[in-house]
């Protein structure tokens, strides 16, 4: 990470752009303004897809609620709903975190959730994913909410992972196999993976790396990232690494 620079997937992307990346990592893909940019400075921009990943909504695991709809998610975050008996919980305000605008996961929920509405004043914005984490699992601040990927949580034990359904009176679907909320064994079998695969779950989302194809240097170390991203011992290490590869073998 640039020193200077928050982390995040638009951030990696426009230090490609300035040409002090060979390439980047982004959980969303490139979007027109950033192609334009690219293109302003003589650049040409290519990504490829490598991995798919499921965005968890987590939640303090003393929540007396164990599923959202896409439109609950959605006011949450907007600031229509702020406090969890509105929608089936105890009376707990919530605070609902989130990480920069220009995080890759931030982006997806305003695009595909938000539906390009803004985030309401009470979200707060964090940093790090860890701090978000850390304020939702404390037993002090049991009425929290964060989203993020589902690598990042699925063995942790002190969340508890909503299951989404995409409308009210549809099923909600879990990500956690067998609706276990954690599994402190790191056993990759947690994952509901067949959900994510068929994009029966709501939140699903391809993660890219961005080449650029006209840099001889950068173009050929971006594109054996890629290669080797894309072999099958590869696609293991993103298996392990919690996220569904792309390519069976």
């Known amino acids: 990470d640039h020193p200077r620079l928050p982390s995040g997937s638009g951030t990696g992307i426009r230090m490609l752009i300035n ?9 969303r893909p490139v979007n027109d303004t950033e192609y334009d940019a690219a293109i302003i400075r003589g650049k040409v921009l290519k990504q490829v897809p490598v991995a798919i990943d499921g965005v968890a ?10 599923r959202l709809t896409i439109k609950q998610l959605s006011a949450i975050y ?16 919530i605070t609902a975190y989130a990480r920069p605008p220009q995080s890759g996961t931030t982006e997806f929920l305003r695009n595909n959730i938000l539906k390009d509405r803004q985030y309401g004043k009470n979200v707060v914005f964090v940093e790090e994913s860890e701090q978000a984490i850390a304020s939702v ?49 790191n056993n990759t079998e947690a994952l509901n993976v067949e959900v994510l695969r068929t994009g029966e779950y709501p939140l699903v989302r391809r ?40 390519r069976s073998f």
């Open 207 to 246: 993660l890219f790396i961005i080449i650029e194809v006209n840099s001889p240097v950068d173009e050929e170390v971006g594109e054996a990232y890629k290669n080797f991203m894309l072999t099958k011992e590869g696609q293991k290490a993103i298996a392990d690494a919690g996220f569904i590869p792309i």
């Open 78 to 93: 907007q600031g229509k709903i702020t406090n969890w008996r509105q929608i089936g919980g105890q009376d707990l305000q």
């Open 57 to 66: 909504i987590v939640a303090n695991p003393n929540l007396k609620l164990d």
């Open 19 to 27: 040409g002090q990346v060979s390439f980047a990592l982004s959980s």
């Open 137 to 185: 699992s404390d037993p002090d601040n049991p009425g929290g909410i964060y989203f993020v990927s589902v690598s990042e949580v699925i063995h942790n034990c002190n969340l508890k992972l909503l299951a989404i359904a995409r409308r009210s009176g549809s099923i909600a679907v879990d990500l956690d196999r067998d609706n276990h909320y954690c599994d402190s064994n």
